[in-house]
T-cell receptor
Framework: KAGVTQTPRYLIKTRGQQVTLSCSPI?????VSWYQQTPGQGLQFLFE???????NKGNFPGRFSGRQFSNSRSEMNVSTLELGDSALYLCASRLETGSGNTIYFGEGSWLTVV | SQQGEEDPQALSIQEGENATMNCSYK?????LQWYRQNSGRGLVHLIL?????REKHSGRLRVTLDTSKKSSSLLITASRAADTASYFC???????????FGKGTKLTVNP
């Protein structure tokens, strides 16, 4: 069974640009969530989607958005990039909502904003 | 904000020794999960322990949970150089499914 797949793995963008990151969850998993990891702030929750609906959102500005498609694949978008958006963006999937379900992470997308 | 706090922040041991990492949190939880992260890579799930469980084992890993003290520990026995990584605890709480992570413990196992 394939794991959580994230693309691209590495990318460099310029301030002011926008970026879209993609995530394919484990087959059969309907819940997808996104996390940002930086040296200063650590791992922080961005948002979670289940059956194409955003169920939860972290404390990030509106420049960060996401969506989930009917096949459970998810994308997140960051507009008007700032230097501080440089981070490892991690996608995670879970079989379904409800506590007690293991959450599996992808390898992440490294975003560098210059 | 991060509720989980790992202790120590960094740990250096010799191969074959045991490594113990601790995690404390501030509120009631649904469950607590431990993850490993090799440098620059994604998070690998190690163990999930529910709030009504006290101890779980998986291979060389042993996790304990003390909800009265709001703390958990991860024990890695007979450590190997390949165990070198950062280890994070993460909690879920209330009606939310989001993971709240600690800052992690960086473990170095010297051959």
């Amino acid at each position: 069974k394939a794991g959580v797949t994230q693309t691209p793995r590495y990318l460099i963008k310029t301030r002011g640009q926008q970026v879209t990151l993609s995530c394919s969850p484990i087959s059969g998993h309907r819940s997808v969530s996104w996390y940002q990891q930086t040296p200063g702030q650590g791992l922080q929750f961005l948002f979670e989607y289940f059956s194409e609906t955003q169920r939860n959102k972290g404390n990030f500005p509106g420049r960060f958005s996401g969506r989930q498609f009917s096949n459970s694949r998810s994308e997140m978008n960051v507009s008007t990039l700032e230097l501080g958006d440089s981070a490892l963006y991690l996608c995670a999937s879970r079989l379904e909502t409800g506590s007690g379900n293991t959450i599996y992470f992808g390898e992440g997308s490294w975003l560098t904003v210059v | 904000s991060q509720q989980g706090e790992e202790d120590p922040q960094a740990l250096s041991i010799q191969e074959g020794e045991n490594a113990t990492m601790n995690c404390s949190y501030k509120t009631s939880i649904n469950n607590l999960q431990w993850y490993r992260q090799n440098s620059g890579r994604g998070l690998v799930h190690l163990i999930l322990i529910r709030s009504n469980e006290r101890e779980k084992h998986s291979g060389r890993l042993r996790v304990t949970l003390d909800t009265s003290k709001k703390s958990s520990s991860l024990l890695i026995t007979a450590s190997r150089a390949a165990d070198t990584a950062s280890y994070f605890c993460a909690i879920t709480q209330g009606g939310s499914e989001k993971l709240v992570f600690g800052k992690g413990t960086k473990l170095t196992v010297n051959p």
